[in-house]
């Protein structure tokens, strides 16, 4: 999204919010906002530019950002992904470990998880993602050791949303 367009959108958020407290309702104490990377950034620099667009907020708003793609982060989770479809569980691999580091990691989980058949019914498709989360955080695990284990991006966007409120 180009810059100009960003500082559109967050003018219109933060006008939207604007409003919600004007009329009395001030149920909204923080603002996520998901963008794909699309490209390697290791070090979540689209995430701090993102995040200087929407401190022009009036609430607490903290960028989503994950290198490559959200896909990235499915991939490192087999057994989520097994636990949406059993054949994705062969399906699904990549021996570096290292899943922010696959170009295209949403085509290729679509590749991976097509039947042999050429049959393209139960392939992933994005609307998958909130059942994969789901899965992710029922994974033993998961808020205790696996911390510190998971994708770079994605640890960040987990301390992002754990701080929403908070300044």
């Known amino acids: 999204m180009s810059a100009p367009k960003m500082r559109g959108w967050v003018n219109a958020m933060s006008d939207a919010v604007k409003a919600r407290a004007a009329s009395g309702n001030r149920d909204v104490i923080g603002v996520l906002v998901h963008r794909d990377a699309d490209t390697a950034d290791p070090v979540g620099r689209l995430a701090e530019e993102l995040n ?17 793609e959200t896909e990235a982060w499915w991939l490192a989770y087999p057994a ?13 691999h990549d021996p570096s470990g290292d899943t922010e580091r696959i170009a295209g990691p949403k085509e290729l989980l679509q590749r ?16 998958d993602s909130r059942a994969i989360a789901a899965q992710i955080v029922l994974l033993p695990g998961w808020r205790g050791s696996w911390r510190g284990q998971a994708p770079p991006s994605l640890e960040r966007a987990l301390q992002a949303v754990e701080s929403v409120g908070d300044s």
């Open 112 to 127: 991976q998880t097509r039947r042999t058949t050429g049959d393209s019914r139960g392939q992933y498709v994005e609307s």
């Open 52 to 68: 200087g667009q929407l401190a022009g907020l009036p609430v607490d708003a903290r960028a989503i950002v994950p290198v490559q």
């Open 80 to 92: 989520a992904l097994a636990a949406i479809r059993s054949w994705w569980a062969k399906a699904v």
